[in-house]
């Protein structure tokens, strides 16, 4: 959805268009979508481990281990010199955590479902589906709050669909109370940050809202950009399809990445 609002064009790029050659989406590697993804595969690896074993192997040597996928061209970087500064940047992170854990050496929850989702609008026929971050546990009340980790240089837009969409899955797709919602901006705080937690019932209307848009323009098979000559946003898309950007290789989604 936040594809959509940014544009319809390079929503449909990234989400939809397949190439006729591959029968694979298309995706755009860069060097910021490469550090915040290895970021967050290391801090999703270890919530899976048990409490008291969670930090018994170094968070370092487990970013280090998945630094291995991004490395190079497959993570966007053009030079060995970019690549060590953002490089750098992540670790810096991962050492933050390690050093100032807080939630995260605690108890978490999982939901069972890979990708959690349910239905928003079965007379719409809307399914609403994402992956949280972090849900941590309080055996006090049997609650959790939500953490969403940050990796990028700017806060979070306070009009983002973001944390709605987490608050509406959390609740839905796990039984317990969600009692607080939190960024984590992880290149400059040692914990995470409060943020107003909305009521289901405006982050159902503002998210059904959206969600009818992108519904409608896939029914119409209607995807234009709101710029003639394209947007900052769909033109990187339209540089793969005009063959101005270098193959990869095979993400993990089994998708054609390119970088530019």
Known sequence: ???????????????????????????????????????????????????????????????????????????????????????????????RVMKHPGPISGKAIKIRQELPYFWLSEEENIILCGKIDWLEYNDMDDSVKIIDFKTGKFDEDPDSLQLPIYYLLATK??????????????????????????????????????AKRVALARKLERFVCKQKDGCGVCRPFENILSGKATFVGLNNYNQDVYIL
Request: contains cysteine; aromatic residues 10%; glycine residues 4%.
């Open 1 to 95: 959805m936040s594809d959509y609002l940014k544009c319809p064009r390079a929503y449909y790029l990234k989400n939809i268009y397949r190439d006729p050659k591959t029968n694979r989406k298309i995706s755009l590697m860069q060097p910021a979508l490469a550090l915040g993804q290895v970021v967050h595969d290391v801090l999703d690896t270890i919530s899976f481990v048990p409490v008291e074993e969670r930090f018994k192997k170094p968070l370092t040597d487990i970013f280090e281990e998945k630094w291995i996928n991004v490395t190079g061209s497959k993570g966007g970087f053009h030079t060995v010199e970019e690549e060590k500064k953002f490089k750098e940047r992540g670790r810096i992170m991962i050492e």
């Open 173 to 210: 797709c796990q039984t317990r109370t969600i009692t607080g919602v939190k960024y984590w901006y992880l290149n400059r705080d040692d914990e995470p940050v409060d943020v107003v937690l909305p009521s289901f019932e405006e982050s159902e209307k503002s998210v059904l809202e959206v």
